[in-house]
Protein backbone atom coordinates (compact mmCIF):
# COMPACT_ATOMS: atom_id res chain seq x y z
CA UNK A 1 0.00 0.00 0.00
CA UNK A 2 1.11 3.72 -0.71
CA UNK A 3 1.67 5.97 2.10
CA UNK A 4 0.91 9.41 2.41
CA UNK A 5 2.49 12.62 3.68
CA UNK A 6 1.48 12.00 7.32
CA UNK A 7 3.36 8.19 6.96
CA UNK A 8 -0.65 6.21 6.86
CA UNK A 9 -2.18 4.59 4.26
CA UNK A 10 -3.16 6.59 0.79
CA UNK A 11 -6.30 8.04 0.66
CA UNK A 12 -8.76 8.00 -2.05
CA UNK A 13 -8.28 11.78 -3.69
CA UNK A 14 -11.32 11.88 -6.15
CA UNK A 15 -13.52 9.53 -7.97
CA UNK A 16 -15.65 12.41 -9.72
CA UNK A 17 -14.02 13.00 -11.74
CA UNK A 18 -11.71 10.32 -11.76
CA UNK A 19 -8.28 10.99 -10.97
CA UNK A 20 -4.58 9.59 -10.89
CA UNK A 21 -2.01 8.82 -12.86
CA UNK A 22 -3.44 5.39 -13.01
CA UNK A 23 -7.30 6.65 -13.11
CA UNK A 24 -8.27 4.68 -10.01
CA UNK A 25 -9.10 7.55 -7.77
CA UNK A 26 -5.54 7.12 -5.77
CA UNK A 27 -2.68 9.66 -6.48
CA UNK A 28 -0.24 6.46 -6.69
CA UNK A 29 2.58 6.14 -8.50
CA UNK A 30 5.55 4.46 -10.34
CA UNK A 31 8.08 4.68 -12.02
CA UNK A 32 6.59 5.14 -15.52
CA UNK A 33 4.84 8.56 -14.03
CA UNK A 34 7.73 11.09 -14.89
CA UNK A 35 5.23 14.08 -14.08
CA UNK A 36 5.02 12.91 -10.55
CA UNK A 37 0.84 12.96 -10.18
CA UNK A 38 0.84 12.93 -6.14
CA UNK A 39 -0.38 15.76 -4.45
CA UNK A 40 -3.99 15.60 -3.74
CA UNK A 41 -5.75 19.03 -4.79
CA UNK A 42 -8.83 20.70 -4.73
CA UNK A 43 -8.65 23.24 -8.20
CA UNK A 44 -9.41 27.08 -7.83
CA UNK A 45 -10.01 29.02 -10.91
CA UNK A 46 -7.01 30.98 -10.31
CA UNK A 47 -4.77 27.89 -10.27
CA UNK A 48 -6.58 26.58 -13.42
CA UNK A 49 -5.76 29.75 -15.10
CA UNK A 50 -2.37 29.18 -14.12
CA UNK A 51 -1.51 25.91 -15.02
CA UNK A 52 -3.23 26.76 -18.48
CA UNK A 53 -1.00 29.43 -18.99
CA UNK A 54 2.03 26.97 -18.14
CA UNK A 55 0.77 25.19 -21.09
CA UNK A 56 -1.35 22.69 -18.89
CA UNK A 57 -4.85 23.27 -20.06
CA UNK A 58 -6.61 21.15 -17.42
CA UNK A 59 -10.21 22.89 -17.71
CA UNK A 60 -10.88 22.22 -21.55
CA UNK A 61 -12.87 18.98 -22.08
CA UNK A 62 -10.14 16.21 -24.09
CA UNK A 63 -12.64 13.36 -25.41
CA UNK A 64 -9.78 11.86 -26.93
CA UNK A 65 -8.40 10.93 -23.24
CA UNK A 66 -11.81 10.59 -21.77
CA UNK A 67 -11.53 14.21 -19.92
CA UNK A 68 -14.29 16.20 -19.26
CA UNK A 69 -12.08 19.31 -17.72
CA UNK A 70 -12.05 20.48 -14.03
CA UNK A 71 -13.78 23.47 -12.80
CA UNK A 72 -13.31 25.12 -9.20
CA UNK A 73 -13.64 22.75 -6.83
CA UNK A 74 -12.50 19.52 -8.11
CA UNK A 75 -10.51 17.54 -6.97
CA UNK A 76 -6.96 16.14 -8.92
CA UNK A 77 -3.74 14.49 -8.79
CA UNK A 78 -1.45 17.45 -9.78
CA UNK A 79 1.96 17.31 -10.80
CA UNK A 80 4.12 17.75 -7.59
CA UNK A 81 6.56 20.75 -9.19
CA UNK A 82 3.59 22.31 -10.94
CA UNK A 83 2.37 22.45 -7.56
CA UNK A 84 5.00 24.04 -6.12
CA UNK A 85 5.32 25.92 -9.25
CA UNK A 86 1.96 27.25 -8.22
CA UNK A 87 3.04 27.93 -5.09
CA UNK A 88 5.60 30.50 -5.37
CA UNK A 89 3.49 32.08 -7.94
CA UNK A 90 0.67 32.47 -4.83
CA UNK A 91 -1.75 30.44 -6.43
CA UNK A 92 -1.27 26.98 -4.99
CA UNK A 93 -4.68 24.87 -3.91
CA UNK A 94 -6.00 23.47 -1.18
CA UNK A 95 -4.53 19.88 -0.79
CA UNK A 96 -6.00 16.67 1.21
CA UNK A 97 -2.94 15.83 3.53
CA UNK A 98 -4.45 11.88 3.45
CA UNK A 99 -4.66 11.64 -0.11
CA UNK A 100 -1.49 13.50 -1.34
CA UNK A 101 1.43 10.63 -1.62
CA UNK A 102 4.30 10.54 0.55
CA UNK A 103 6.15 11.28 -2.65
CA UNK A 104 5.39 14.42 -3.28
CA UNK A 105 7.66 14.97 -0.41
CA UNK A 106 10.76 14.71 -2.89
CA UNK A 107 9.38 17.76 -4.59
CA UNK A 108 8.07 19.78 -2.39
CA UNK A 109 7.73 20.62 1.57
CA UNK A 110 5.83 18.99 4.16
CA UNK A 111 5.23 22.49 5.63
CA UNK A 112 3.99 23.85 2.90
CA UNK A 113 1.43 21.27 2.36
CA UNK A 114 0.30 21.45 5.73
CA UNK A 115 -0.28 25.32 5.68
CA UNK A 116 -2.33 24.76 2.14
CA UNK A 117 -4.23 21.40 3.66
CA UNK A 118 -7.85 21.24 3.47
CA UNK A 119 -7.53 19.47 6.73
CA UNK A 120 -6.49 22.20 8.74
CA UNK A 121 -8.51 25.08 6.78
Given at each position: MNKNVLGTDLEICCTRPLTGYFRDGSCRTDATDQGSHVICARVTDKFL??????????????SEYRFDGLKHGDCWCLCALRWQEALEAGVAPPVRL????????????????????????
Open positions: EFSKSRGNDLSTPRGSTNIKALEFVNLADLKRHALEMN
